[in-house]
């Protein structure tokens, strides 16, 4: 590996880890309430971010290990929600980083397009780990579970979602930590 490589993976490593850290932390704000927490969504922030930061693989693999590390210590969230959690944060992580690296330009436009492609797919991948976890189980997962589980409890975290990452990333452009790739002067796209 060449030095600039081995600086970024290793940057791109404590960044992860620094998510990682606060996915364990911000669950605590909800105040361990699982109705608020559900409502409020606090795991997310810090794996969106990490997938827009790092790159898809860091979101991928920090969304997935994220509940199963906090089931691990605290024991929230419980062992079948935190399995599709494992995978419906690692498809945030992964799609909401895949998506941004391969926009065209990364701006508080695309930003958003990003941010709704991944809420959306990551919803679906919960949607269906459920439905499998319900068929091992022997229970069922009803199209009104799905509705209530992942839009309508989960509307104040979405908002949350909306508002803070794009807030988060327009204050690290403009302290130069993490850059915009600006368009040209013609495009007025974004």
Wanted: aromatic share 12%.
């Amino acid at each position: 590996m060449k030095r600039n490589e081995t600086t970024s993976y290793v940057k791109n490593l404590v960044l992860s880890a620094m998510f990682m850290a606060l996915g364990v932390l911000l669950p605590f704000l909800t105040g361990q309430i699982p109705q608020v927490g559900s409502m409020m969504l606090p795991m997310h922030l810090p794996v969106l971010l990490c997938g827009l930061i790092c790159g898809w693989q860091y979101g991928g693999v920090v969304g997935f290990a994220l509940p199963l590390f906090r089931y691990a210590l605290f024991g929230a969230p419980p062992m079948p929600t935190a399995i599709a959690m494992a995978f419906e944060l690692a498809t945030y992580g992964a799609v909401v980083g895949f998506l941004y690296a391969r926009s065209r330009w990364q701006c508080v436009v695309a930003l958003y397009r990003c941010l709704a492609a991944a809420m959306i797919a990551g919803r679906v991948v919960w949607a269906a780990a459920q439905m499998v976890i319900a068929g091992v189980s022997g229970t069922a997962f009803t199209w009104e579970m799905f509705l209530a589980g992942a839009f309508l409890t989960a509307i104040p975290g979405i908002v949350l979602q909306l508002i803070v990452i794009p807030a988060v990333m327009v204050a690290m452009d403009r302290t130069g930590l993490v850059r915009f790739r600006k368009k040209s002067p013609e495009q007025l796209e974004c």
